[in-house]
């Protein structure tokens, strides 16, 4: 018997970092289109950070997260709707009480690594509200695998029905992968995932990887559409998994149609490893930061690279932004004059 496999896609949650945040409803529509047509089981949608993220700081949407909803569950039938949670952008009473009403089916409930215990409050809500709940580690490089277990242990015993384990900075390598998620599946007794990203170019091997070792949920967008280098590619996700023997249920043709649609619709330059990303990757530093990065380093004439390096050192996490420009300015003042 084949192993099933539960396939996630962010296209239209972790790709908006891709674009500012600025998919509109057309683009929510064209791909809920082609993601149902494909039979894709879960489609999560909403701004990259999430639900209640949008902000100046961080980058705001051209659609609510009201519309995103609305517009999505109009559109998804077959396909589960998730999103994205991270406390502190999310709140209870008003965020998550609206995506219960909107009919999201999949609540993927997120922390830094080392800080599952703020998501006590909102896996509960959603359990007793009669949703499925996900626990999802970020930056999980920056934890040990015990750690990782630990901090897992605690979203399972809040209600979790899966642990999702996010290479939020792409700097996994399969051998770090096998470690960790091996580990997870041993110690828990909910499915365990994983999310990659791309800035080594490791992100599918790193996902077949995970399913070696047992994760059964893995996360993948269409033409790696996603922050920074971007995620593991899905239509590459569903080939190689039909290649290797792994059940999907996803049409192959169909999200190899998906890809053709996207490419038109809001995505005609695919996510890569440019330079910046493997940067980012080697620092441990979260994807997204590429353009804030790219940003600083102009305005304070100081090198790109020394940045995400210095980022890395410092340990910083997605929702620091405000950290790029402090260790510019510091990269800036400490810069050895011109020779003349």
Excluded: W
């Excluded at 219960?100 to 609540?107: P, Q, R």
């Excluded at 893995?218 to 280098?229: K, L, M, P, T, V």
């Amino acid at each position: 018997m084949k192993k099933k496999i539960l396939i996630s896609d962010p296209t239209l949650r972790d790709g908006n970092h891709a674009v500012r945040h600025q998919l509109s409803k057309q683009h929510f529509i064209a791909y809920c289109k082609a993601a149902e047509a494909a039979g894709v089981p879960v489609v999560e949608v909403g701004h990259g950070n999430g639900l209640g993220a949008s902000s100046m700081l961080i980058g705001e949407c051209s659609l609510t997260d009201d519309e995103i909803l609305s517009v999505s569950r109009s559109h998804l039938f077959k396909s589960r709707l998730a999103i994205h949670v991270i406390p502190g952008f999310c709140t209870i009473k008003n965020d998550l009480t609206k995506a219960v009403d909107a009919g999201v089916d999949v609540f993927r409930i997120a922390s830094h690594c080392t800080e599952a215990d703020i998501t006590d409050r909102h896996i509960s809500f959603v359990r007793k509200a009669g949703r499925e709940a996900y626990g999802v580690l970020m930056m999980s490089h920056m934890a040990a695998p015990n750690i990782l277990l630990e901090e897992a242990k605690k979203m399972e015993s809040y209600g979790a029905e899966a642990i999702i384990v996010m290479d939020s900075a792409g700097a996994y390598f399969p051998s770090d992968v096998t470690e960790r998620i091996s580990t997870l599946v041993d110690g828990l007794s909910i499915p365990v995932g994983f999310h990659g990203h791309n800035n080594l170019g490791m992100a599918v091997i790193n996902s077949v990887a995970a399913v070696d070792a047992g994760a059964s949920i893995i996360d993948g967008s269409i033409r790696g559409f996603g922050a920074g280098a971007g995620n593991t590619q899905l239509e590459v996700l569903v080939a190689v998994f039909e290649r290797l023997g792994f059940e999907t249920g996803i049409d192959l043709y169909k999200i190899l149609d998906a890809a053709d649609i996207a490419a038109k619709e809001f995505n005609p330059v695919a996510p890569f490893s440019s330079p910046m990303s493997i940067v980012s990757g080697l620092a441990g530093v979260f994807s997204g930061f590429a353009k804030h990065v790219a940003q600083a380093a102009t305005e304070y004439q100081v090198d790109p690279r020394d940045i995400f390096f210095e980022l890395g050192k410092r340990n910083a996490v997605a929702g620091q932004e405000s950290l790029i420009i402090e260790v510019a300015l510091e990269l800036a003042k400490h810069k050895a004059p011109p020779r003349v």
